[in-house]
């Protein structure tokens, strides 16, 4: 339909781009005051957790908007951010021109900064989006950051985004810096009926409609409400498809669409092992490597983690200067298994594709260098809920332990490898 037809002067709902306004409604309004909360206090860090189209960025933007104009936000999204990734991206938000320089140099510039800043008695914000998605080399070098203090608390006030749970990551020992402070770990929930009734006419007011509630009559409110579960940015889009799909006013109920709803983080935990069944399959997975079509390997995954690399410590050992010394990582969860790549300088493919992070499904097949690693496990059919990194976040980061440990054992000098082409980038 035309939006002047429905007597609008602009899209009520918007599918980009910043919305005409910004509706508030019980969840939002305590989730709000929460992040208000977490700032105000010494060593404010709070989790903001919500499935896809919950309203986190849209509280995000809101939050930062109350802020006093001095106050210095750095907005980072977690996707793949490692060490490096995260200080630059951080540095630059706090208005910092940077050349080539090292880690040290780089955390030394945050810490410099935030210090300064926290002295001024408005100390800097860091927000960092997708938070479950960070590389082990991210996530450590947070930990950093998060143990910066001056005298009256912490020098970086932070919140952590994710659209699933981060408990169990904040439970691993690795992330006791962070554990430490959290003050608030805070999930979003719906809307009532009620509040998505009145989220929906005030949204076609703004946006110009003079009766919204003949746009939108309540039967088709209660209807958009229980197809989007109240969730507000699948309830932004039913209502627009509504709203182009019908031909006639008032909309007819017939119009609106029922996709399949995410559930609330608070649950996820119990789903997950709820759905994960028993903690060992009937068989283990198989592990075929092989090197330009032959087969120089073929084992079990009878560990429920298992390194990959040229170092002679891995469990998996390929001697190549294409693979670096600490490459890939696999996880085994009740019948999953999960590949993460450890910061490699040449990367870990799946499928052709490059991944940072990868939850495995029968027959794919890892790339590493010029070696390739079939993964066969009949049991691996879906990804199910594990679309991400939660599942595995304590062992994860009780192998990055383990390593470090190792590393420190290891002889720093490159292990002998068999005779094979000249990279193009040595590690």
Known sequence: MDLGAAGLREQPFPSHGKPPAVLSYGAHAEALETLKDTYEHPTGLCLLQGPTLSGKSTLIRCFIDTLHEDCAVALVD?????????????????????????????????RVFALQQAGSHEPPLLIIENMHEMNPSGLRALCE?????????????????????????????????????????????????????GYLHDKLRVAG????????????????????????GILDRLALLALARAQTLPVAV???????????????EEVSLAESGPSVPPESPQLIVTNKGSTIGNLRMEKPRMLVGRSDHNDISIGS?????????LVRHGSS??????????????????VSNHVLLHDDVITLGHHKIKFNDPYATTRGRLDGAE?????????????????????????????????????
């Open 78 to 110: 977690g996707r793949g951010l490692n060490t490096t990734n995260l200080l630059t991206g951080v540095l630059h938000q706090f208005g910092y021109t940077l050349e080539t320089t090292s880690n040290n140099e780089l955390l030394g510039l945050v």
């Open 145 to 197: 950051l998060a143990e910066l203090r001056v005298n009256t608390g912490s020098a970086l006030k932070i919140v952590l985004v994710s659209d699933r749970s981060l408990t169990t990551l904040m439970k691993a020992p690795a992330m006791q810096s962070l554990s430490e402070r959290l003050l608030h770990e805070l999930h979003l929930h719906p809307m009532t009926q009620q509040e998505a009734k």
């Open 209 to 232: 409609s003079d009766y919204p509630d003949f746009v939108f009559p309540d039967a088709v409110c209660a209807e958009l409400w229980k197809a989007s579960g109240g969730w507000p």
């Open 254 to 268: 017939a119009e609106v669409e029922h996709p399949t709803l995410p559930t609330g983080t608070w649950d996820e």
């Open 321 to 329: 200067r294409f693979i670096s010394r600490h490459h890939a990582l």
């Open 337 to 354: 298994t999960f590949l993460m790549d450890l910061n490699s300088t040449n990367g870990t493919f799946v499928n052709g594709r490059r």
């Open 391 to 427: 599942f595995a976040d304590t062992a994860i980061m009780k192998t990055l332990e383990d390593m470090r440990n190792l590393l420190a054992r290891e002889n720093t000098a490159l292990l002998p490898v068999a005779s094979e082409d000249l990279p193009t980038i040595q590690t």
